[in-house]
């Protein structure tokens, strides 16, 4: 069992920026294919950002291309996600997600996740 915990989020003035974490448990985060998703009110989740084990090759949405990074720290068996030029519409619960093995990559669906943490607000005022 691999437990999540996201830490990170508040509230920012548009422009701002903020720095997500996601410590994850076990002695094999090393493996793991790591991702950050969101969900606003009323909104579909989407899938923001992933990074493969080795840290090579990361995946951005389009909505956050160039604003958003994603990192690991194997040795910390943590995961980040430094959101710059913050925007309103970045306002959601911001979730890390792992996966063990297999799939496509970048995951593009909320099944192709094995574990999640409980997410972490974001707000953005304008």
């Known amino acids: 069992q691999v437990q999540l915990v996201e830490s990170g989020g508040g509230l920012v003035q548009a422009g701002g920026s903020l720095r997500l974490s996601c410590a994850a448990s076990?002695?094999?985060?090393?493996?793991?294919?790591m991702g950050w998703s969101r969900q606003a009110p009323g909104k579909e989740r989407e899938f923001v950002a992933a990074?493969?084990?080795?840290?090579?090759?990361?995946y951005y949405a389009d909505s956050v291309k160039g604003r958003f990074t994603i990192s690991r720290d194997n040795a910390k068996n943590t995961v980040y996600l430094q959101m710059n030029s913050l925007k309103p519409e970045d306002t959601a619960v911001y979730s890390c997600?792992?996966?063990?093995?297999?799939?496509?990559?970048?995951?593009?669906?909320?099944?192709?996740?094995?574990?999640w943490g409980q997410g972490t607000q974001v707000t953005v005022s304008s």
């Open positions: 076990g002695r094999t985060f090393g493996s793991y294919v």
């Open positions: 990074i493969r084990r080795s840290g090579a090759i990361p």
């Open positions: 997600a792992a996966r063990m093995s297999g799939g496509t990559y970048p995951p593009s669906s909320s099944s192709e996740y094995d574990y």
